[in-house]
Structures are given as C-alpha cells and as structure tokens.
C-alpha cells in the first residue's frame, strides 16, 4: 500500500477509491471513516462504546491494510457481485479471469488461505471462498458459493467480548446453511 502512495502520490484510502469503490458504487467504504459517521457500526458493553474501536481513536491515520477496512453489508455486497460477475464498468475490465484465478489462488498445495479468502478446491478450481475478520469488537463474515453464484454477508458487533468464539461459530453455521443448502 505505501509503495502505490508513494508512486501515485496519493493516500491508499484515496487509491481504493478510485480503483474499486467509485466503480461498483461502494460509497460507504473507507480506511477512514468519519467519525461523526452513525453507520459505522461500534461495539458497547453496558452502554459505554467499546474504548478499543478504531475510528474513534486518536491519532487514527494508518490504513492498516489486511483488517481495517469499513464498509456496509451493501457496498460488500457490491463487492462480492463483482466478484463472481467480473464486472465492467464503462468498458473497463475489473478483474479479469486471469486476475480472479491469482486472486483465489492458495498460496501452496498445502495451504487453503489465498489473499485473504480462505479457499476450498476441487479439481484444482476455487469452489467456495470465505473471509472472516475482526478489528475490536467488529466482525465480519463473507461467505461465496463460486458454483450457485450464491454468497452471504454478515457484519456485527459483540457486546461481551468473551463471546466472541461462539458467536462466529452460530453466525459462521448459520451464514453457511444458507448459502450452501443441503441438496
């Protein structure tokens, strides 16, 4: 991300904008939310907002790339569309077959985590993705049945962290039966 600042001049948040969110219309999805923004979703317990939420940190300047990204079920779901679609916008290929295939690609035989998603193979061809993450007391939950052309997503805050393990079980089961039934 920093080598892309430093080469275009311009800041990461403003590089995801341009390249992905302006064109598949992800207009509530950024490094930096504001944090006068009420759709960000925040962890409480007992009333309090959770001490640890990012945003609402100071100083909070640094995109960290692999986990602090802010987005709504929508504008993932924009994402997740053109995912399986390959999208265009404006004649302009978003990604390419060749891209999706290195996008889901493990990174060794033995592995099933590839940028970012975690990926079940079969016959050597990606057949489902998932990418789960956390950032204090947020959780997210995206789940693709690259076959059906069926996907989930779930955003959520915990209350209790101590929770938070049998939480992502029950929305991680719950999100599965629905996107990949039993036939």
Request: charged share 20%; aromatic share 8%.
């Amino acid at each position: 991300g920093r080598v892309m600042e430093i080469d275009t001049d311009e800041s990461f948040d403003r590089l995801l904008q341009r390249f992905l969110c302006e064109k598949i219309g992800m207009v509530h999805t950024s490094y930096f939310p504001s944090k006068e923004n009420s759709n960000i979703a925040i962890g409480a317990q007992g009333g309090a907002i959770a001490s640890s939420t990012p945003h609402l940190s100071e100083p909070f300047n640094l995109p960290l790339i692999g986990g602090s990204l802010y987005s709504t079920a929508r504008d993932s779901s924009r994402f997740l569309r053109a995912l399986l679609r390959q999208v265009s916008s404006a004649e302009e290929i978003l990604m390419t077959t060749q891209s999706l295939e290195v996008y889901l690609k493990p990174f060794s035989d033995r592995a099933s985590y590839g940028l970012g998603w975690t990926v079940a193979m079969e016959n050597d061809k990606p057949k489902r993705v998932s990418h789960s993450g956390a950032l204090a007391s947020s959780r997210a939950l995206f789940v693709v049945n690259l076959e059906a052309e069926v996907f989930g997503v779930v955003l959520y805050t915990l209350s209790d962290p101590a929770s938070s393990s049998v939480v992502v079980r029950e929305v991680s089961q719950a999100v599965h039966s629905v996107v990949f039934p039993k036939s």
